[in-house]
């Protein structure tokens, strides 16, 4: 297969766009292991002549910075790693699989109605302190508050509309015929489904899996405002580094920052084939 070489124009392009994507993750591999006393210098240093681990421990160990002088970080990161973990995944799963079948649901058995894109979508039309505080209320009614059974239904709630609209445009694209053959060979509509629709769609339902676990293991907002002392999540523990003395722990953020990377890098390599598969599904129309 033939490839398009670039211009010299299109690789100058290409090579500043790829600079500014890849340096904030350079910024904040430094600035991990940077001990306190490179955080705040000036003019910056951009590679530190003595790398330390340090920030790393302090996010088990609070008293490691005690001897740069650092003190004041109350709690270890344990818990919010935790948390993170507990909720994303458990959301996640529960939003694709409800949002795979409402999607089959609404593109095999729906009206075809134009209002269905506005009446998936209108819960993510406002902005999320709007939906915040309603479930606030709500949920400390019903004993729900700083809760994981209320975070992860949040997460659900937030996310079930992307997954739904976006299972659904890859559903839409697969040929009714194929899931009819079945059909006509014995199979009832579910196993029809089961069978054929979803092995025929798993490059879409990597790809929008991986969209929904970003979404729910970057979400601050409701993990705020939902969560006191009974839970943590990695978004609100970063907010959490800044002392009395020291100010903003930038090192040990990034530190905390270079962790909840990890998953995500993991889980896209392991699913790079099914996710390009999914991002192009439907893109070329028969």
Do not use: C
Not at 27 to 54: C, F, G, H, R, Y
Not at 261 to 270: A, D, E, K, T
């Amino acid at each position: 297969m033939m490839t398009k070489k670039l211009s010299p124009l299109q690789t100058v392009i290409m090579g500043i766009a790829l600079i500014l994507v890849l340096f904030p993750v350079f910024w904040i591999l430094m600035t991990a292991i940077k001990p306190p006393t490179d955080w705040n210098a000036s003019p910056a240093i951009w590679v530190p002549s003595e790398p330390t681990l340090v920030n790393f421990q302090t996010l088990f160990d609070p008293d490691a910075l005690g001897k740069y002088g650092v003190g004041g970080v109350s709690q270890p990161a344990t818990k919010a790693v935790f948390g993170s973990i507990l909720a994303t995944f458990i959301a996640t799963t529960l939003s694709v699989v409800i949002g795979l079948f409402s999607a089959i649901g609404i593109s095999r058995y729906g009206n075809n109605s134009k209002s269905t894109p506005l009446i998936i979508l209108s819960g993510r039309m406002f902005p999320p302190a709007a939906i915040a505080v309603p479930f606030v209320i709500i949920f400390s009614n019903i004993g729900l508050i700083d809760s994981y059974t209320g975070l992860i239904a949040i997460y659900v709630a937030v996310t079930l509309p992307f997954s739904t609209w976006m299972l659904k445009s890859f559903v839409d694209d697969l040929p009714r015929e194929i899931e009819e053959a079945a059909m006509i060979d014995g199979r009832s509509k579910l196993m029809a489904h089961l069978t054929v629709t979803i092995p025929l769609i798993k490059g879409g339902l990597f790809a929008t899996t991986m969209f929904i676990f970003i979404l729910n293991w970057s979400e601050f907002m409701f993990a705020l405002v939902l969560s006191y002392t009974n839970v943590s999540t990695i978004p609100v523990q970063l907010a959490k580094y800044v002392t009395a003395t020291a100010g903003t722990l930038y090192g040990v953020q990034a530190a905390l920052a270079v962790l909840a990377m990890i998953p995500l890098v993991i889980v896209g390599y392991l699913i790079q084939g099914h996710l390009a598969r999914g991002m192009t599904f439907g893109a070329i129309k028969q």
